[in-house]
């Protein structure tokens, strides 16, 4: 079988072994996963001087190499992610995953780009839309029906999301994709 190779690309360093701990046993033995970090080519000092956010910018946060979380400003990740995108491909993988949720400007790809928050967002599109507005069915460990969970902002009839696009940066954490196949 031909050795299939999927890039997963982060805002921060590479490797995320806090995610792929849970991928790499999932994934067939014909398909391998090669990290990529917009931060890799930097020390946790350069990014925390040199992409400080401002009162005005969109902040994203990640985990660097050795385990510290960084803030910096979503406008300079931007361009390093583009970069790190471009390099997967000239490696040729065959599929990339972004290792970040959160509502990012298109990105240039000649492969498959799986990114998580529209599936995020379709996944609570559809939530909300179980018994108007309320989420049915939850269960606990032993099979009792837990409380109905009312889903913010659903008002008469609504989806309750039409904040996430204006407050992206309280959707931002980090994805565990499980990947079985592409």
């Known amino acids: 079988m031909k050795q299939i190779k999927i890039g997963a690309i982060t805002i921060g360093q590479a490797p995320r072994t806090d995610i792929t701990r849970d ?9 391998t996963l090669t990290e990529y970090g917009a931060l890799d080519d930097m020390t946790y000092e350069e990014v925390m001087s040199q ?9 994203l946060v990640s985990r660097m190499r050795d385990g510290r979380q960084a803030k910096f400003t979503e406008r300079f990740i931007r361009p390093l992610v583009q970069k790190k995108i471009d390099q ?7 599929a990339i995953i972004l ?5 990012f400007p298109e990105f240039r790809h000649q492969v498959l780009f799986i990114e998580p928050q529209p599936l995020f967002h379709a ?9 108007n507005g309320y989420l049915h069915g939850l269960r606990s460990a032993g099979g009792q029906s837990k409380n109905r969970h009312p889903c913010p ?3 008469s009839g609504g989806t309750g999301l039409s904040y996430l696009g204006q407050k992206r ?5 980090h994805l565990c994709l499980s990947v079985s196949g592409i």
């Open 51 to 59: 992409f400080a956010p401002s009162e005005d910018d969109e902040v």
């Open 169 to 173: 940066h309280l959707y931002r954490s």
């Open 99 to 103: 290792f970040c949720t959160g509502v």
């Open 23 to 31: 991928i790499l046993p999932l994934l067939p033995d014909y398909m």
């Open 123 to 131: 996944i609570a599109a559809k939530l909300a839309c179980l018994g």
């Open 153 to 155: 902002g659903t008002g």
């Open 88 to 94: 997967a491909e000239a490696e040729g993988v065959s």
